[in-house]
């Protein structure tokens, strides 16, 4: 077996049961991995524990505080954030290996894609790819920003790796429709909290123009049923977003009366 890697690799979760297990066997080759979980409640805590001892527990405080309060639990220079639903093959981990043994690294961080494995295929077109980060980076040099779609900013030379992360995503259509009436609640919240007006023009404009983009222009059709699938419920969250952006607004409008 090779050496484990100097890297610190951190994972956030909540409820993971289904996916985490899998997330977890494919990053022992890290020889520090963190778990911050926000209060599961479905047994997520117990299986982390068999691949860590590092399993902190902290209520959720938003994307971009809970993975900077995760990074800052880490000790190694290099660090890796990975999601509970995605999986790190072999071929990544070497290209990784490669990078930073080979040699002083070149960069301060790494942008990875993705690929995403949705309704009983990979997913190959549209928005979901290719859909890329930063994932490794020298924990000196780069903090969290942002709000809902928090990443990663490096204040360095970023380079890409050519071999892919895996992600699997929703459980079902459910699941998914589920997930969207969570992060478009989170959304509307950053919206309003950012000083963002409701607008008409958007609420109507936006949904349209995301199938023209994403389903047209970068050929997600081509995914089949699943991407139109996709497109149709990226649309809905799109549109319910600035749907509830407009009900903050007469919500606080009502509050003030």
Known sequence: MAEKLPISVYVLTFNNRRTIER????????????VVDSLSTDGTVEICKRYTEKVYQRPWAGHRDQYQYAADLTTHPWIMFVDADEEVPPELVQEIRDELEGGPPRFDGYLIYRRTYYLGRWIRYGGWYPDGEIRLYRRDKGRWEGGLHAKVAVNGKVGVLKNQYLHYTYRDISDQIQTIDRYSKIAAEDMAQGGERFSLFKLLIHPPFRFVKEYLFKLGFLDGLPGLIIIVSTMFYVFIKYAKLWELKISKKGEER
């Open 23 to 34: 997330c977890l066997k494919s990053l022992e080759w890290a020889e520090e991995l963190v």
